[in-house]
């Protein structure tokens, strides 16, 4: 069964449902990337571990963090030519997870690799600064290219729409190639069984706008997922 939701499904925030979402996304992302680039590139699922604290009363709550991200690499020499990442709601919302986050991307920077970033996160601050004024969007994909990565290609995504096609940049030599963002989330949410795991029935888990939280609502009973 698939998401109730045209793109993004807004209830995959959940604490208990976000770490194998993120998983399983990175791995789909792979996999449909796969066939299209094996001739010249070798992209891999990699992950970054670190431990986010949070104080509670007198002690303090030490909490791990696996992340997926991609990495493509060039065949002949294993050059980092693209990285591929997924952003986290302890990206946007913890120190730690800003920094771990940033710090891969600085490697990725200095390693002279295009960046993408993905982020489907409705919770938290950004993790990248650019004027958001004018842009209609709950989600963004930006693409910084290796030949001009102070600046950004924007892709504004509301709730309320479909993933998009974004380019993805590769070698100087091969361009872009294009990457089907709701193909990759479509399967992701099919594999997983989300639909069977999620209760439609309460609000979403993070704060929406109340004109959001209306058309969520006037969705979901249109789908009988809720009465």
């Known amino acids: 069964m698939p998401s109730p ?3 993004m499904d807004p209830y995959l925030e959940a604490a208990q449902l976000w770490a194998g979402f993120q998983q399983q996304f990175v791995t789909c992302l792979y996999q449909l990337l796969l066939p299209n680039l094996a001739d010249r590139y070798n992209p891999r699922p990699v992950r970054r571990t670190y431990h986010t604290e949070m104080p509670l009363f007198t002690s303090v709550i030490r909490e791990e963090h696996v992340e997926s991200f991609v990495e493509v690499r ?3 020499d294993s050059r980092l030519v ?3 990442d997924v952003v986290s709601p302890a990206n946007k919302t913890t120190a730690q997870g800003r920094s771990a ?3 891969q991307r600085r490697v990725a920077l200095n390693a002279g690799a295009n960046l993408v970033e993905i982020d489907l996160v409705l ?3 950004p993790t990248l600064d650019f004027p958001r004024e004018g842009l209609d969007c709950d989600y963004t994909v930006t693409v910084a290219r290796a030949d001009r990565p ?3 290609d924007v892709y504004p995504i509301t709730l309320r729409e479909r993933l998009k096609k974004v380019r993805l940049p590769l070698g100087p030599e091969d361009g872009d ?3 089907d963002l709701q193909a990759v989330f479509a399967r992701c949410y099919d594999q997983s ?3 069977k795991q999620i209760d439609y029935a309460i609000d979403p888990p993070v704060p929406v706008p109340e004109d959001t939280r209306k058309w969520v609502d006037a969705l979901l009973r249109q789908l009988k997922l809720r009465k």
């Open 5 to 7: 939701f045209p793109g």
């Open 74 to 76: 060039r065949r002949t």
């Open 82 to 84: 693209t990285l591929i």
């Open 101 to 103: 986050y940033l710090a």
């Open 123 to 125: 919770q938290g601050k």
């Open 150 to 152: 102070d600046r950004y």
């Open 177 to 179: 190639r294009p990457l």
């Open 193 to 195: 069984g989300y639909a």
